[in-house]
């Protein structure tokens, strides 16, 4: 099929970036990833190539995932094709029903379909609001929802510190990286999607946290770490700063989980 050659190019030549780049990469939980069958991947972002990573665990499982991007990559000269030719999904935040649509017709033709439900990157290295878009569609789908946390490859390309340059990749090699795939579950066709959604929220932190305390993720003692969440002893914006870096549409569950943040960020934003 034509876009199973589109994917399996991509891993391919996405798996030479990751070697190139001396990536140590931990794949963990991935018998979590159904073989088979529709499934949603609700992940945290922290990076620019986090989709590669993800790609690759679900491609280890013999699975291409579908996934929910920004609606301007298909803008780049020579993007578009192959984008659509992978079957990932344009979102236009301003119109989302249409990803909206377009993921679950993938999830009833048996897709794994990919989520940042954060919808960008967060600046704190937390798991910042969510948008309710994979609960809903877990929800009415019936379908099982997998949460995935990683952790390591922010330091080979995240979002600029404010007042920093624009950032650029890290060519040093070497770096872990570990992905771990959470315990499925599935959302009950009664569920209060707010409610759910936060529970994802809380789950994801859970994942997350998890790794960034692992040591071999952790920055050294001393060592400056911009790439490092404030509240565990880095020099990441704190989360109070990150809502004002966070450009979140009024959508968005605001976040319950994680760190305390101020009052006025509670709630939808």
Excluded: K
């Amino acid at each position: 099929m034509l876009e199973d050659g589109y994917y399996r190019a991509t891993v391919a030549l996405g798996g030479l970036v990751l070697r190139a780049l001396g990536l140590r990469l931990h794949l963990e939980g991935l018998e979590r990833l159904p073989a088979e069958g529709p499934v949603i991947l609700a992940s945290t972002h922290a990076a620019y190539p986090d989709f590669m990573v993800l790609a690759a665990a679900g491609w280890e499982r013999g699975r291409c995932v579908r996934f929910l991007t920004r609606h301007d990559v298909w803008n780049v000269p020579g993007v578009r094709r192959a984008m659509t030719g992978m079957r990932h999904v344009p979102v236009d935040r301003a119109a989302p029903a249409g990803a909206y649509l377009h993921a679950r017709r993938l999830l009833r033709e048996g897709e794994a379909v990919g989520i940042f439900p954060e919808a960008g990157i967060s600046h704190s290295y937390t798991v910042r609001a969510l948008m309710p878009g994979a609960v809903a569609l877990a929800r009415e789908t019936g379908v099982p929802v997998v949460p995935v946390s990683q952790w390591g490859i922010q330091r080979v390309w995240s979002v600029r510190r404010p007042g920093g340059p624009r950032p650029r990749p890290s060519l040093r090699s070497g770096r872990p990286v570990d992905l771990v795939l959470g315990e499925p579950f599935h959302v009950p066709p009664d569920a209060d999607v707010a409610e759910w959604t936060a529970r994802l929220g809380q789950t994801l932190t859970g994942l997350l946290e998890g790794l960034q305390r692992r040591p071999h993720l952790r920055p050294a003692p001393g060592e400056y770490a911009p790439w490092y969440p404030a509240h565990l002893g880095g020099h990441a914006p704190d989360r109070r700063e990150a809502v004002e870096l966070d450009v979140m549409p009024r959508s968005a569950i605001g976040p319950t989980w994680g760190p305390p943040l101020p009052p006025e960020a509670v709630g939808p934003v």
